[in-house]
């Protein structure tokens, strides 16, 4: 019978948003590493934008050698001045620890929280 067990991101220690700072694809930040298979993470993640211009945000599994567009779940999402949550994934599923979800904008001012779901 399979296990279910709400979590939080990996790359957010603190349970609050996590800011998005890096503005290059070489320079994103990990906001999930999933479990080794046969487990598996439900990720739902949500952006905000907290400044007073649209934002470019950019979402993508770096597996080591990132392919564009391959490896993008989204890419260029304009997010709205002061912008509410946006949902970006709604439950995708990831099993490979060596498929590292990260994140960059065109500025800082991205905020990203969610959580997983982890099957097993």
Known sequence: MATFAKLGLTGVSTGRPLLISATTQGTAITIHTPAASPTFDEVWLWVANTTGAAISFNLLVDDGSIVDPDDYYVKGLSVPANSPEILVLAGMSM??????????????????HGFVNRIS
């Open 95 to 112: 099993n490979t620890a060596a498929n590292v979800l990260k994140a960059f904008s065109s500025a800082t001012g991205i905020t990203v």
